[in-house]
């Protein structure tokens, strides 16, 4: 079975300041992708970023950038220079059939 | 590209009666779309994958009967909530793989905008 661990339930970060949402996963599988989403009220899913496990190289997609580390099985996400449409719900996703995390609820303070 | 969408985006209904929730890939094949249910403030629990052509594969705990799933094409999925009841409300979502991306099983997922189901 795979497992995705979100700790943090919740966080808020200053407007434009960085915040780092933190990821625990567990895997049998050798080569996989890793996700983050989000899910603004709206409720519909967006795609943040994804990292392919047998890239050692840490993917960036404009603000946000992950620091994946394979061996301690551990994937954040990085959001710099906050912005109030980044509040949402992330969601760290692993494996073939997106095994998803519990989330972590983010609140962008003006 | 890569839209995801649903139809209807809300639904109220009796109970007892059957309601049928469509997905469909606007702008790319997908031999395979997923069904998801989420409650309130809680994460997406998989219900079922759906493969073109084939029967669905539904995950431990998840009434096929009940919940019936029919992917006719390429680019249409569709779930069927039968003899509902209140404890059905929730809100669906699908979501759907570029089957010409490569095929890779572990490739993105397109996520429609969701659906909310109240059953009265």
């Known amino acids: 079975a795979q497992t995705v661990t979100q700790s943090q339930p919740e966080m808020s970060v200053q407007e434009a300041e960085t915040v780092t949402l933190s990821c625990t996963y567990d895997?049998?599988?050798?080569?996989?992708?890793l996700f983050w989403y989000k899910q603004p009220p709206s409720r519909q899913m967006i795609l943040v970023i994804r990292?392919?496990?047998?890239?050692?190289q840490n993917a960036t997609e404009n603000r946000f950038s992950v620091n994946f580390q394979k061996a301690a099985k551990s994937f954040s996400l990085k959001i710099s220079d906050s912005q109030l449409g980044d509040a949402a719900m992330y969601f760290c996703?692993?494996?073939?059939?997106?095994?998803f995390g519990t989330g972590t609820s983010l609140t962008v303070i003006p | 590209g890569a839209v995801v969408s649903q139809h209807p985006s809300w639904v109220i209904c009796k109970s007892g009666t059957s309601v049928k929730i469509e997905c469909r890939s606007l702008?790319?094949?997908?031999?395979?779309m997923f069904w998801y249910r989420q409650f309130p403030k809680q994460s997406l629990m998989l219900m079922a994958t759906?493969?073109?052509?084939?029967?669905?594969?539904?995950e431990q705990g998840v009434e096929k009967d009940k919940f019936l799933i029919n992917h006719a094409s390429l680019t249409l999925s569709t779930l069927t909530v039968t003899s509902a009841h209140p404890e059905d409300s929730s809100f669906y979502i699908c979501?759907?793989?570029?089957?010409?991306?490569?095929?890779?099983?572990?490739?993105?997922?397109?996520f429609g905008p969701g659906t909310r189901l109240t059953v009265l």
């Open positions: 979501s759907a793989r570029d089957s010409e991306r490569g095929g890779r099983e572990t490739d993105t997922q397109y």
């Open positions: 895997t049998s599988e050798s080569d996989y992708y």
């Open positions: 990292q392919e496990a047998y890239k050692q």
């Open positions: 996703i692993t494996g073939n059939q997106f095994y």
């Open positions: 702008d790319f094949q997908a031999t395979t």
């Open positions: 759906s493969n073109e052509g084939s029967k669905a594969t539904y």
